[in-house]
């Protein structure tokens, strides 16, 4: 009787465990290539403040009048906050520029590696890059 419940036991931590969705970390070099950097300024547009990386997007005008989405991946938030960035330093509206590694399948996403504001304050810069708060 005691294997017998063990086995059980066994198999409801499985049944569990794999019932549990995957939640799969890529290495940055995976998605973005750092031989194409980009630099955007444009109107911070939205903010997704979630793990596993935080998203921004910003608004940027073509030459042409158009207006273009590009997408920014970061740090997760713990990460950030304990750099001392926090969600309240990304305001709607703002005018910012963006440094970073375009996607590899060429849309207008990126890493955001340096966010400057327009008045110069560089909120988040890579880790060992001298980011000011």
Known sequence: MPGRLL???I???GLLIAGQPLV???????EYDNTR???VTGILKKVEWQNPHVWFYVDVKEADGSVAT?????APPGSLMRRGINKTVFKIGEVVNVEGSRARDGSNNASGRRVTFADGRNVMTAP???AER
């Open 7 to 9: 086995a059980t036991l």
């Open 11 to 13: 198999l409801g931590a």
């Open 24 to 30: 799969a970390h890529h290495s940055e070099t995976a």
């Open 37 to 39: 950097p980009v630099k």
């Open 70 to 74: 590009w997408g920014f991946s970061t």
């Open 128 to 130: 060992g890059e001298g």
